[in-house]
């Protein structure tokens, strides 16, 4: 053990004077997950803010309600009444009134309600509300549209209730009044979405997580394929004439590569906590995972290694594992949102397992770690094992 | 480093064998070599000396024959018999991004050097490698001289009983070169054994006590250069620069034992001997009693290059 520590330390060493190991162990995924930090994440501290624009052409009782605890009630929005329908027009159409930039003279949609809306709604006919978009802004007019459809749905709700309600005794009740009373019932059961919303990693922190996995495949690298650069250099001759074993040579790469490795997520995960204020959750978990990760890289890396001449070879063969790997398991964007069989796939990728694992301990106890780290363990374990036997093989001058 | 030299032979070797697939590498080599002595092992590019010596460092696994260093068994797996030998290997074999005291300090480490004992003979190793004043210094910021210097004192650092140096000297410069001729020089004058490999004529005729002529994985002929040249029958020539009475000096000379022919020349008398060195004495007191008043002498001495040529029809550079 301790001669695999003497090559261990003077891997480090080396390391530790090769710039490009800095680049590629810290400098590289901190400047990525920045990036994703900073520029791509808009959800972050995001407030949803957006003018719509009422034409009452009603003016009832339903169509105040509707204006009142519809479109004000929602977070964020801003409601401005107009008299008239060209009044609205002006605020949301270019064509109409292509000057009517300035501040506070546009609108994200317009909300048209016709005349006999409010009786419409209190009898059994259609109902027409019209929504006209901003196409300067499509998500805010995206989402008038969805307050739209989300009132017509209530509103259908609302209808069969009343229907029923009269069926039920035999006469006609106040559908106003009625139809109050029913949207102030409560509903009997409420739906809990603990899959999405809580088990999600904020923005920031999947980032993060996701450049420490990516980036990890490169820098354990700088371990495992020195054992042939050491054969290259010729040196590997030399370490092969001593009276030392071929596993304490191996076990030396194995320290520095796990060494590396560990420092370089450790590195990034302290510097988004304080920069970016990344919530990568339970210490010891983290720990877990980072453990299981490194250890899982290390095998990879060891397999694609065991089957190449060079370090150069092995090092390109182990990166387009990674990269591979890491879009696989998801470490840029989310691909268990795109369902199927590639969100299935992605269970094949280490990097999946160790960003589920902290989506899970975001959300969860400690427990939720054990599987994503029996996994990678595993993953690490059998590649690493077919890999160290092969490298062991290889270990000529 | 306690040693087992009982016949003292620091090196037995003997019918050793490799494959590599199909072709063979190495074919029946055998030969030792004694505390002190400086065997040089000599033959032309893939005639089998890395071969043999990468069996004989424990870097290779034979496929026959047995390899005893200080009377342990050599195999890539025997630490013991590793710990008696030092290798320089042909090609540089240091770490670029350490300096000199560095990698002297990694590699004594792995030879089981610790402490005091480690670092004055790191000390002790830069002194005879002259890196002194460069220890501190990146070894990728060296001359190529000072990186061979280096190479060879790694080999050097545990005291090994037996010095393997494989082409210690290729692409050296004249003046690097000389030095580390000096050195092994000097190494085995102070009872090392050394075991070096060379395809440099003048060098295996300068190092070493005893030479093995290697090509195609077997040893064609042992012994030293003047075995050797014996051997295949090669004379030293003497050329004579003389006036007087040549005819009688030549008849004179031609009796003298060791001298195979004697000739009158235009300039003077021509001789064929078996040993120049020691007959040269001689064959000026018997010219000057014969009236042969000699101007200059000219000797070419039978050299490897010739014997190498008779043994293996090629010529050794090639």
């Known amino acids: ?21 800095y680049i590629v162990g810290i400098v590289a995924p901190l400047a990525m997950a920045l990036i994703f930090g900073f520029a791509l994440n808009p959800l972050k501290n995001y407030e949803f803010s957006a003018t719509y624009a009422v034409v009452d052409l009603d003016q009832s009782e339903v169509s105040r309600l509707f204006i009142d605890d519809v479109l004000r009630a929602a977070p964020g929005v801003e409601v401005l009444q107009l008299a008239t329908t060209e009044e609205g027009m002006a605020l949301v159409d270019k064509e109409v009134n292509p000057f009517a930039e300035p501040e506070g003279t546009s609108a994200d949609a317009l909300f048209i309600i016709p005349p006999e809306f409010g009786t419409d709604v209190q009898s059994e006919r259609e109902v027409e509300l019209q929504v006209v978009g901003n196409q300067s802004a499509q998500s805010n007019a995206g989402i008038a549209v969805a307050l739209a459809r989300g009132y017509a749905g209530e509103l259908t709700s609302v209808r069969v209730t009343v229907a029923t309600i009269e069926t039920l005794l035999q006469k006609e009740v106040d559908r106003f009044s009625t139809g109050l009373a029913v949207l102030s019932t409560p509903y009997p059961a409420t739906l809990t979405d603990v899959t999405a919303d809580t088990k999600q990693l904020d923005g920031t922190t999947f980032y993060a997580a996701g450049m420490a996995i990516f980036f990890l495949f490169f820098t354990v690298q700088f371990g495992i394929t020195s054992l042939l650069e050491e054969r290259h250099n010729g040196t590997l001759a030399r370490l092969l004439a001593a009276p030392i074993s071929k596993s304490s040579i191996l076990a030396g790469k194995a320290i520095s590569a796990f060494l590396i490795g560990i420092v370089s997520v450790a590195v990034l995960m302290v510097t988004t906590t304080l920069v970016l204020e990344a919530d990568w959750g339970n210490p010891l ?42 879009f696989l398991g998801g470490t840029f964007f989310d691909v268990a949102q795109a369902g199927g069989l590639i969100a299935s796939l992605r269970f094949v990728s280490p990097h999946a397992w160790f960003m589920q694992g902290l989506a899970d301990l975001s959300a969860g106890d400690l427990g939720v770690v054990f599987l994503p780290v029996v996994v990678m363990l595993a993953f690490g374990l059998v590649t690493g094992s077919v890999g160290l036997v092969g490298l062991r093989r290889g270990m000529r001058p | 480093m306690g040693s087992d030299l009982s016949n003292g032979n620091v090196l037995e070797c003997s019918d050793i064998r490799k494959t590599f697939g199909d072709f063979v590498a190495v074919d029946g080599v055998g030969f030792h070599i004694g505390a002190g002595e400086t065997y040089g092992l000599l033959g032309p590019n893939g005639a089998g000396k890395t071969t043999t010596i990468s069996i004989i460092a424990g870097l290779l696994e034979r496929d026959g024959g047995t390899v005893l260093i200080a009377g342990e068994a050599m195999d890539p797996e025997a630490t013991a018999a590793k710990r008696h030998v030092g290798l320089v290997p042909q090609d540089l074999a240091i770490y670029p991004d350490l300096d000199a005291r560095e990698n002297l300090r990694f590699f004594g480490r792995l030879y089981g050097l610790r402490g005091s004992e480690l670092d004055h003979r790191v000390d002790e190793v830069l002194d005879i490698i002259e890196l002194r004043d460069r220890a501190n210094d990146r070894s990728d910021e060296y001359s190529g001289g000072m990186k061979r210097r280096l190479n060879i004192g790694i080999g050097l650092l545990h005291h090994p009983t037996l010095l393997i140096l494989d082409e210690p000297t290729v692409g050296v410069d004249p003046q690097s070169r000389n030095a580390i001729l000096e050195s092994v020089e000097r190494l085995g004058e102070e009872g090392m054994a050394v075991l070096y490999t060379t395809h440099y004529m003048e060098e295996a005729e300068r190092l070493c006590d005893r030479i093995g002529i290697i090509d195609h994985g077997t040893i064609k002929a042992e012994g030293t250069q003047r075995d050797l040249v014996q051997l ?26 060791g001298i195979d022919d004697a000739a009158v020349t235009a300039q003077g008398i021509d001789l064929i001997v078996e040993n120049a060195h020691d007959e040269l004495p001689e064959i000026l007191s018997v010219a000057s009693r014969t009236g042969v008043s000699v101007g200059g002498v000219d000797v070419d001495t039978a050299n490897l290059e010739a014997v190498f040529l008779h043994l293996t029809g090629r010529a050794l550079r090639e």
């Open chain 1, 285 to 326: 978990g983290v720990a877990l995972l980072v453990l299981a990760a490194v250890i899982s890289a290390m095998g990879i890396v060891a397999l694609v290694s065991s089957y190449s001449r060079t370090a150069e070879q092995a090092a390109t063969m182990a990166s387009m594992a990674g990269v591979i790997l890491g």
């Open chain 1, 1 to 21: 053990m301790e001669t695999a520590w003497t090559i261990a330390t003077k891997d480090l060493k080396e390391r530790l004077r090769d710039r490009s190991a």
């Open chain 2, 232 to 257: 295949v029958g090669q004379r030293d020539r003497v050329r004579l620069v003389a006036t007087g009475n040549l005819a009688a000096g030549s008849a004179a000379l031609g009796e003298l034992p």
